[in-house]
């Protein structure tokens, strides 16, 4: 029902900055709860931001660091990430549900990944 493509991972030092995208097609954003999850090398998927209705929600590893947002005019989602620590590399993972619940735990639908690398 719906496509997402992220983008914006990259390689970058600790203490810097980068933004990721997610862009849906098919399917506007407005429609959906949107999140984000991370997979570290040798790691599970692990939630790490999600929005809703009812606000924002971030995992403990990355409160007042990380900043998710979205436009549903644009159909896009957003992560900011500032501070990046090596423990923050990962493959980064957009994901959208109807459910403000399974947004955080088992979302219907998932991008396909982007790396984020961060070197001490």
């Known amino acids: 029902q719906v496509q997402l493509v992220e983008s914006g991972g990259g390689l970058v030092q600790a203490g810097g900055s980068l933004r990721l995208s997610c862009s849906a097609f098919?399917?506007?954003?407005?429609?959906?709860?949107l999140g984000w999850f991370r997979q570290g090398p040798g790691k599970e998927r692990e939630f790490v931001a999600a929005?809703?209705?009812?606000?924002?929600s971030y995992a403990d590893s990355v409160k007042d660091r990380f900043t998710i947002s979205r436009d549903n005019a644009k159909n896009t989602m957003y992560l900011q990430m500032n501070s990046l620590k090596p423990e923050d590399t990962a493959v980064y993972y957009c994901?959208?549900?109807?459910?403000?619940?399974?947004?955080?735990?088992?979302?219907?639908?998932w991008g396909q990944g982007t790396q984020v690398t961060v070197s001490s």
């Open positions: 994901a959208a549900d109807s459910s403000s619940f399974a947004v955080r735990s088992a979302p219907d639908y």
């Open positions: 098919g399917r506007t954003f407005s429609s959906y709860n």
């Open positions: 929005i809703t209705w009812s606000g924002t």
